[in-house]
């Protein structure tokens, strides 16, 4: 059975059942071995910040919580897990009608789910992403205490300056500013988002993509150089918190009350969320997406990585994620989330970072050992 649209041939399993017990054993140490060859630049990274981010913790007298996503990230697998098994199975019942089908998807998962590398592959990122990104995350909490919120105004005033003397909320408003539109953008913005880049992790993680390498190195250095580095560098809060930190009169004052509106009519999600975050910030709890932050977004950070996923495997996929990336744009400036050049950065230094990877890896071929199927 051949089937050249998945990342690994369903052949390779077939070498587990052949295989006596010492060669069974050497087949998987070497797939280790040739696993951690690969990715030992994505692992050193990796495991050097979660110590980095324990040590910056306890210097500044916070426990670094290495769990915060463990309980999410796994949840959030384990689905996708079960709809890729299941659409793989449908598609191969209905391509070719086995007499037998369940011995049939029985071998076909041996084969197919069971090779060395497919089992192994992923394991680094599986094991670290959770712990990794509870260390960006709680880092990001203590921004604040490392350098204080100071650079809103600078924000709020380039924004000013760069749309013509508007600040660019208000040239949205006229367009988005009925309880319905807001409304159906917040939905849209926050839980989706998350959903969407777990499953580009998830795809990621499990996909013999040429460039697979590159990517997953682009996600983790945009979440240290962006999501902290720079975060801390240009510490701002964000419009929804602008009149916390900035003396003076309050540029965004109208959208915050349009949101209020709005939330009282239908509750919507981002209100809430900035509701949580506020008080995660007033009490010092860290929990999953605590912590405020607005320059860079990393929500156009993410969607700008989903674009560059999407452009090597199919045009229209490239143009959804082209879509996806101005909608949360334009949603993170009415939501009130970020200044426009936040967004702008985190697209900006994403691009940056991709570019010199593509520089400094010395091949962008397969990373599993594997063609260039997809």
């Not at 990715?39 to 290495?66: S, T, V």
């Not at 500013?177 to 409304?183: D, E, L, Q």
């Not at 003396?247 to 009282?264: E, F, I």
Request: proline residues 6%; hydrophobic residues 50%.
């Amino acid at each position: 059975m051949s089937d050249t649209r998945v990342p690994f041939p369903a052949a390779e399993g077939t070498e587990i059942g052949r295989a006596a017990p010492k060669r069974f054993l050497e087949l998987w140490i070497a797939t280790g071995m040739d696993v951690l060859r690969q990715q030992a630049w994505l692992i050193a990274i990796m495991l050097g910040y979660i110590a980095l981010g324990i040590a910056i913790g306890r210097w500044n007298g916070q426990l670094i919580k290495l769990t915060l996503y463990s309980g999410i990230m796994g949840w959030l697998y384990l689905f996708f897990a079960i709809v890729a098994v299941t659409a793989r199975g449908a598609s191969i019942l209905h391509e070719h009608k086995p007499a037998r089908p369940v011995s049939f998807l029985a071998a076909d998962f041996k084969a197919f789910y069971l090779a060395p590398h497919r089992l192994m592959a992923p394991l680094p990122v599986l094991v670290l992403t959770p712990s990794f990104l509870s260390v960006v995350s709680s880092i990001k909490r203590l921004i604040p205490e490392i350098n204080p919120f100071k650079w809103d105004r600078d924000f709020s005033e380039l924004d000013r300056f760069l749309f013509g003397g508007v600040h660019p909320w208000e040239l949205l408003q006229p367009y988005l500013g009925t309880p319905f539109v807001t409304g159906l953008i917040s939905e849209f913005y926050s839980y989706p988002w998350l959903i969407v880049v777990a499953l580009m992790q998830f795809w990621l993680t499990f996909t013999s993509n040429p460039d697979r390498q590159r990517l997953l190195l682009t996600t983790v250095l945009a979440w240290i150089l962006l999501g902290n580095v720079a975060a801390i560098a240009f510490s701002s809060a964000g419009p929804v918190y602008y009149e916390h930190f900035v003396a003076g009169a309050n540029p965004y004052q109208d959208l915050m009350a349009h949101l209020a509106a709005v939330n009282k009519v239908a509750a919507i999600g981002a209100v809430d969320t900035q509701n949580y975050l506020w008080s995660m910030y007033v009490t010092g709890d860290l929990r999953p997406g605590s912590g405020i932050s607005a320059m860079p977004s990393m929500h156009l950070s993410m969607g700008t990585l989903l674009v560059l996923a999407a452009r090597g495997l199919d045009r229209r996929l490239m143009v959804l994620a082209l879509a996806y990336l101005a909608f949360l744009e334009i949603g993170s400036i009415h939501l009130g989330w970020h200044y426009a050049i936040d967004g702008y950065a985190g697209i900006a230094g994403t691009l940056a970072i991709w570019w010199a990877l593509g520089r400094l890896l010395p091949c962008n071929g397969p990373s599993h050992g594997q063609g260039a199927a997809r």
